[in-house]
């Protein structure tokens, strides 16, 4: 699985601060133009959301905890 920072940093803002999708894409580092569709074809690629998938699942693990997460996916 190779994800770049930036779609690591999308990942994070669109799963642990809920931002939206354009908001997230914008704060990981993309061009604001466009951002909806690229938003969008992010969330289509497989590696995103694997990354995705075990960033949730640290969130939810944490919450049930109740502790604060450390987000160190690798």
Do not use: H, W
Not at 14 to 42: E, F, H, M, V, W
Not at 59 to 71: K, V
């Amino acid at each position: 699985m190779k994800i770049s920072e930036k779609q690591k940093a999308f990942v994070l803002y669109l799963c642990k601060d809920n931002l939206s999708q354009t908001d997230a894409y914008i704060k990981a580092g993309y061009s604001p133009k466009g951002a909806r569709a690229g938003a969008a074809r992010l969330l289509t690629n497989v590696s995103v959301q694997e990354y995705m998938k075990k960033v949730m699942a640290i969130l939810s693990n944490a919450e049930e905890q109740d502790c604060s997460p450390s987000l160190s996916v690798e």
